[in-house]
């Protein structure tokens, strides 16, 4: 079936709000022109100073305001947290979970990162779910070991709801190798594809094929106006998750063109 593409900018720890509104300002007019037509779906993770902001202004536009973190209760006693009811106030549509800087740096589990995807989808958000193994476990052959106990973690903590197409179509998987983050070093089309497809079999084999069919499937890590065409290109990845060339609107309006199959 046709899965409609994805671009999402993951700004990490950076802009001011007045970056941020400078950013939307341009970004906003320009996805509704060339994409509000709904051919490709877009989102901007910010830090959470700046979300009341692209939350305004984003509002209901082709734009998805998105969070790059959160806490899966709803309130009490969670120093330094946000919930999942702050960031709907706010006008958020879509958050990050998994992503490898907070695994690696803030010791994010499997555990978390599933329960947080599963309260994500409760509360109708869209949750873009990142997995991905660093250079020694790729060199050493343990790439699939570790993405498919990632996947396997969030899938199985879904529950009974994970057989429901409308989740399959708000759920979202970003295969990330973290070697490939920000280093500038992109995995091949063909390494991209082929990790795509691996978590597509994994979750037909899970949760059944037309599951597995719905579900998108982004690749991340030094993507770029340059190569996101033939990485665009392959069958089974439906979009990026762009860091370091997310940072400039007129960068990212570019990706956003190039998240179009077949345009690139
Ligand atoms: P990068 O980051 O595009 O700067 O490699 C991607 C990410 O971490 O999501």
């Known amino acids: ?23 939307l300002a341009a970004l906003t007019p320009r ?12 989102a901007v993770f910010v830090p959470f100073t700046a979300l009341g902001a692209v939350g305004r202004m984003a509002g209901d536009s082709s734009v998805m305001a998105g969070a790059q973190n ?8 969670f120093t330094g947290e946000v919930s999942v009811p702050m960031l709907l106030d706010l006008g958020v ?38 997995v991905g193994e660093t250079k020694e476990e790729r060199d050493s052959g343990g790439m699939w070991d570790k993405v498919s ?6 899938v199985e ?27 500038g070093d992109t995995a091949t089309p063909d390494d991209a594809q082929d990790a795509a497809r691996k978590v597509r079999d994994l979750l037909g ?7 597995a069919d719905r579900v998108r499937i982004l690749y991340g890590g030094s993507v770029k106006p340059e190569n996101v065409g033939e990485i665009m290109a392959r069958d089974d990845v439906d979009g990026g998750l762009v860091g370091g060339a997310s940072l400039e609107a007129a960068s990212f309006i570019e990706l956003v063109a190039g998240a179009r199959k077949g345009t690139v």
């Not at 106990?149 to 969030?154: E, F, Y």
């Open 31 to 42: 996805v509704e022109a060339d994409a509000g037509d709904g051919e490709v779906d877009v």
């Open 70 to 77: 959160f806490y899966y209760e709803d309130s009490g006693a």
């Open 1 to 23: 079936m046709a899965r409609r593409p994805m671009m999402a900018a993951n700004w990490k720890m950076n802009k001011t709000v007045r970056e941020a509104e400078e950013y």
């Open 93 to 130: 549509r879509a958050v990050i979970t998994g992503h490898s800087e907070r695994r690696e740096i803030f010791g994010e589990t499997d555990t978390l990162v599933a329960r947080k995807t599963s309260r994500a989808l409760t509360a109708g958000l869209l949750p873009v779910v990142c």
């Open 205 to 211: 084999e899970l949760r059944g094929e037309e599951f």
């Open 149 to 154: 106990k990632q996947v396997r973690a969030v």
């Open 157 to 183: 903590g879904l529950g009974e709801n994970a057989s429901s197409g409308e989740v399959a179509d708000r759920l979202v998987f970003a295969y990330e190798p973290i070697w490939a983050i920000g280093t």
